[in-house]
């Protein structure tokens, strides 16, 4: 007897704004993380993206660098643009590189988790990310990796 089992592997869709690209190394490390667990990625800066990149996402990661205390308006235009995607229940992750003060994954955690999503701790890193700070980016990849593929495990950063 041979059994076809249908479905489509567990997705991480990455949607991140820059401006000297450290947010934008975090996201790469962050979807190698998610890749070596074996699940689907796609990763995008924000201004090539849009809402329906998520239709069919299990997890969302947003990132956006702190600039004059708040995220990237292209970032909070695109969260705001998700208010009638249907969100909940995915897995969301906030993070961006900053210099001295967090509010720009603050906003896009609260935004996220009032759109529903199930948002694990934010991901900061200072200014450009140096080979510690990515290994944690991978390491967060992973995390949302097995959240999305182990719905019942217990996972660890
Ligand atoms: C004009 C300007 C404003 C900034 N404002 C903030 C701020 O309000 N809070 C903060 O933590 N960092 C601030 N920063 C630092 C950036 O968040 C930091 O350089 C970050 O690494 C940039 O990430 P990116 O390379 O992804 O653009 C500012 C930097 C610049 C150039």
Not at 51 to 56: A, E, G, K, T
Not at 88 to 105: D, I, P, Q, R
């Amino acid at each position: 007897m041979i059994i076809i089992i249908c479905g489509s592997m567990p997705k991480l869709v990455i949607i991140y704004g820059t401006g000297s690209h450290n947010t934008e190394r975090m996201a790469q490390a962050i979807e190698e993380g998610a890749r070596a667990e074996g699940i689907e990625t796609m990763l995008k800066n924000v201004n090539y993206a849009n809402r329906n990149d998520l239709n069919d996402a299990d997890a969302i990661a947003i990132g956006s660098p702190n600039y004059n205390h708040v995220m990237m308006p292209t970032v909070q235009k695109f969260l705001n643009s998700l208010a009638d995607v249907e969100l909940a229940g995915k897995v969301g992750l906030a993070f961006g590189s900053y210099g001295w003060s967090l509010e720009a994954t603050e906003g896009i955690n609260n935004k996220l988790a009032s759109y529903g999503v199930e948002m694990i701790k934010d991901l900061n890193i200072k200014r450009m990310p140096g080979d510690e700070e990515l290994e944690l980016c991978r390491r967060v990849g992973s995390l949302l990796a097995c959240k999305i593929k182990n719905k019942e495990a217990i996972c660890v950063a």
